[in-house]
């Protein structure tokens, strides 16, 4: 496997040469499998596509995996499927006539030692170059071991200390072995991996094909292979990885939030009131992300963690500026409907300066996710603080308009 690394002079040649790159390797190599793809951010996934067939016989999970290269080809949606085991290599194996070699008293041992010292070659001692050790290695010259029609020249030592050829008690023959083989928690593991077409995501595909999957694993439970399994591996396994992560700390997370509120507005009703509105922004960070086309990842996800806390800020703002108008003798519904006119031009304010300090990072590869989110949801959330929230306290604690005294 060669790899290059081509380092473009800005995005546009970049892009250009993204797009261009892999009809150019078809065309002038089409002997190899080529790949184009950009330098990858946060853990490395090789493919955005992938799926773990797991086992126990090496064998038959190369023919099921082959089932599953299939059923993914067929979709429209991927591109070069392939899997990490590669194809398989060429293998010498020498069979022993165990009866001759235990009648002239040779030993599976010499067998295999006077083969290694022929074709690869065995370390006899070490010569010391300054702090260094190296190898001292007896085989063959080269000459003498490039055919295997030179194993006829190899002789054996037997118990009667005489030598016989090695072609007498031993038959080279030739077949195929897998140059490759992965395991994962002890079983054997092909991972089929795919890349998808242009505008599309590793997760969007991977959810196409799971159905078709799950028939293909329960065609092989039903015809009594069920110790064979297909599991999802890739970007979609990773992203999980840390979603998980975030969950495990979220019911901490929310009740240190929720205790702050009570400690700051000193209600349980108010508290919750505020509580409510940290998810009005997600209709913005749905539609944002939509329209600017960026994925909702493990990135993004922590955009729309810190937007709940930026829009619980500003529903604080204003529902404290109802109390005080209130405790100051404003009546109620005049409270309600003349904080929101005061309150609006620093929430405003807030959150433009928010909004506007994202747009450098908006343009980052990694980061730009979470900028585009919170961007987004800001700017939605920010309206709807300023008018739902006004008619929810109304709401909830029975506000009502009185008559204005003629």
Not at 296 to 315: E, T, W
Request: avoid cysteine.
């Amino acid at each position: 496997m060669s790899q290059l690394i081509v380092l473009p002079q800005d995005l546009k040649t970049r892009e250009r040469l993204r797009k261009a790159l892999p009809a150019l390797l078809a065309t002038e190599f089409p002997e190899l499998r080529g790949r184009v793809k950009l330098l990858p951010n946060g853990p490395p996934v090789p493919y955005p596509v992938q799926f773990r067939v797991v086992g126990t016989d090496p064998t038959q999970l190369r023919t099921l995996a082959d089932e599953v290269k299939v059923a993914m080809r067929a979709n429209a949606n991927m591109r070069g499927v392939n899997d990490n085991w590669n194809e398989s290599v060429k293998r010498l194996r020498l069979e022993v006539d165990q009866a001759k070699a235990r009648a002239l008293g040779v030993t599976s041992q010499s067998i295999a030692q006077a083969a290694r010292t022929l074709l690869s070659g065995s370390t006899v001692g070490q010569y010391r170059d300054g702090d260094k050790l190296i190898d001292i290695v007896l085989r063959q010259p080269l000459d003498e071991r490039d055919a295997i029609t030179d194993l006829a020249n190899t002789y054996l030592p037997t118990s009667s200390g005489q030598s016989i050829p090695l072609l007498q008690i031993v038959r080279p023959v030739l077949d195929w072995e897998a140059g490759v083989l992965w395991r994962e928690n002890r079983d054997y593991a092909i991972t089929v991996q795919g890349d998808v077409v242009e505008g599309l995501q590793g997760a969007t595909v991977t959810a196409e094909l799971q159905p078709v999957l799950k028939q293909i694993s329960d065609g092989w439970a039903a015809r009594g292979l069920s110790d064979y399994r297909i599991e999802v591996a890739g970007a979609v396994a990773e992203s999980s990885k840390g979603s998980s992560s975030i969950a495990v700390g979220i019911p901490l997370m929310l009740f240190i939030v929720f205790t702050l509120l009570m400690l700051q507005l000193q209600s349980f009703s108010r508290s919750v009131l505020v509580f409510l509105t940290g998810p009005l922004g997600l209709a913005g960070v749905a539609g944002a992300l939509l329209l600017l086309n960026r994925p909702f990842g493990f990135v993004a996800l922590l955009g729309v963690i810190a937007l709940m806390g930026m829009i619980q800020r500003n529903s604080v703002i204003l529902i404290d500026q109802i109390e005080q108008d209130r405790a100051r003798g404003v009546p109620a519904w005049d409270a309600v409907v003349e904080s929101a006119v005061r309150r609006m031009r620093p929430i405003v304010l807030t959150a433009a300066a928010a909004v506007l300090a994202m747009i450098p990072l908006s343009r980052s590869v990694f980061w730009g996710p979470m900028a585009v989110a919170i961007m987004g949801g800001l700017v939605v959330a920010t309206v709807l603080t300023l008018l739902a929230l006004p008619a929810m306290y109304a709401a909830w604690f029975r506000v009502k308009r009185e008559p204005s005294a003629l």
